[in-house]
């Protein structure tokens, strides 16, 4: 088990997290939050750190919910409190990120398209991902280190397609997602995850690149011809 921050590799790992020294929100929450949620938030949120960390470094099948908790600096009945599997403290900040596409789409603009709908959210959302931008690199790094969660990964974008697909067919006016809605938030899905990429391989501003991708996009869907 993990005791010191020598036991990983210097330069890979960041200062061992406390679940009294984190931030006490998720950035991308935008609410103030009470003393005891503010207890809690923080506590979540060392141990989401310290769980992408060790997973990025050790491996996702070789970190133990033990370890995790111990980096976190609380005790393993803790981590059980906030998390039911070890792997849903790596899917948790993706779901709410999905979460938050999905509420806000349906309010856009009736007169603008769908593509444009979804990159007008996404780039209102940007300012409150950007902070989170090592936590999502050590996101795809863990997710990379086991085959077990690539296919949740896989599994996790396509609950995130169902979901995405209602709420286009919701600001269509449909009962329910047809066959378009479906398409048009696969390549929507595929597209967000490619732009992520580009970002956090490089340091452009993630809103220019989430309107370059969806402008792209939209001129692909209309043949070729650029905006």
């Known amino acids: 088990m993990l005791s010191r921050r020598s036991d990983l590799t ?112 996404l780039i209102d959302i940007a300012p409150r991902i950007v902070p989170l931008k090592q936590r999502i690199r050590l996101y795809y790094k863990a997710v990379e280190s086991s085959t077990a969660l690539l296919g949740q990964h896989a599994r996790a974008n396509a609950t995130h397609n169902a979901a995405l697909a209602v709420a286009l067919a919701a600001r269509r006016g449909l009962a329910r997602p047809d066959e378009s809605c479906h398409l048009a938030a696969a390549v929507a899905t595929a597209t967000i995850g490619r732009t992520f990429r580009l970002w956090l391989a490089s340091r452009r501003d993630l809103a220019e690149l989430i309107k370059d991708s969806f402008a792209s996009l939209r001129a692909l869907a209309r043949g070729g011809e650029s905006d």
């Open 10 to 121: 210097s330069d890979r790992l960041p200062i061992r997290m406390s679940a009294h020294r984190m931030s006490p929100t998720d950035p991308s929450s935008g609410v103030r939050p009470t003393t005891r949620e503010d207890h809690k938030a923080r506590t979540r949120q060392a141990l989401i750190d310290a769980a992408l960390t060790l997973f990025a470094t050790k491996g996702y099948d070789s970190t133990t919910t033990e370890e995790i908790a111990e980096w976190a600096g609380v005790s393993p009945r803790t981590f059980f409190r906030y998390f039911e599997t070890k792997d849903r403290v790596l899917f948790f900040g993706g779901d709410h990120f999905n979460q938050a596409v999905v509420r806000a789409l349906p309010a856009q603009p009736q007169e603008i398209g769908d593509l444009a709908a979804l990159a007008a959210v």
